[in-house]
Nanobody, 124 residues
Framework: QVQLVESGGGLVQAGGSLRLSCAAS????????MGWFRQAPGKEREFVAT????????YYADSVKGRFTISRDSPKNTVYLQMNSLKPEDTAVYYC?????????????????WGQGTQVTVSS
């Protein structure tokens, strides 16, 4: 079983950048498909980005495509979400998740392990 801990959230002005980290313990992240999700107040949790086990394939929600980049650092057992050109509508709690299957995974139901989340607030 893997434990996930997100960090890097905070308050940033519109147009700014943040890099979220998801550190894993208990198991190596290379055995999981990884994803980032977010949940804004009063809204359902939604898919943001995913990366395959080897890191060779990534996929993004249309709302973040071209602004966010997901990556993984196997030696550090960490997954990142680089967020650029942030908008107020990006404000949410961001969660990383791990999935034991293969290939792109965009639905919440496929993910087996979740972190506790980190708050991102973008001011206008």
């Amino acid at each position: 079983q893997v434990q996930l801990v997100e960090s890097g959230g905070g308050l940033v002005q519109a147009g700014g950048s943040l890099r979220l980290s998801c550190a894993a313990s208990g198991r190596t992240l290379s055995t999981y498909v990884m994803g980032w999700f977010r949940q804004a107040p009063g809204k359902e949790r939604e898919f943001v980005a995913t990366i395959t086990r080897g890191g060779g394939t990534t996929y993004y929600a249309d709302s973040v495509k071209g602004r966010f980049t997901i990556s993984r650092d196997s030696p550090k057992n960490t997954v990142y979400l680089q967020m650029n050109s942030l908008k107020p509508e990006d404000t949410a709690v961001y969660y990383c998740a791990a999935e034991t299957g293969w290939g792109i995974a965009t639905s919440l139901e496929r993910y087996d392990y979740w972190g506790q989340g980190t708050q991102v607030t973008v001011s206008s």
